[in-house]
């Protein structure tokens, strides 16, 4: 699994964050819950603990934080990986929503009259 996070522009229009914190799972993790086997998303053993992850929580409410969940296979995981060595963050965003389907019920943006 990969784990980071990352902080926003208050006013960023994606109305995400300010803080996200990012889990990609797997396709080992999707195989261990197929046969009823889960698995803990523990912050201290995901390098959500580290000291970059620790100065972009400090002093955040739980409000302040939006956890993204994704799962990728084999190929994702490398195409993330090379977008994460160039620390490129809205292409590892980008990436992941690629695929982001609204469906019946789910919130929506609001729209302008």
Not at 22 to 50: C, Y
Not at 71 to 99: Q, S, W
Request: no cysteine; net charge negative.
């Amino acid at each position: 699994m990969i784990t980071f996070t990352f902080r926003i522009d208050e006013e960023d229009p994606s109305g995400r964050g300010p803080v996200v914190v990012v889990f990609v799972i797997e396709k080992e993790n999707m195989v261990r819950m197929t046969h009823a086997d889960p698995f803990d998303l523990k912050l201290k053993q995901m390098g959500v603990n580290s000291p970059q992850a620790a100065r972009t929580l400090a002093g955040r409410k739980a409000t302040d934080v939006d956890i993204v969940i994704a799962y990728e296979d084999p190929e994702g995981i490398k195409a993330i990986g090379d977008l994460f060595a160039r620390k490129d963050m809205p292409g590892i965003m980008t990436f992941l929503e690629r695929g982001r389907t609204l469906y019946e019920g789910e919130p929506r943006d609001p729209e302008r009259l």
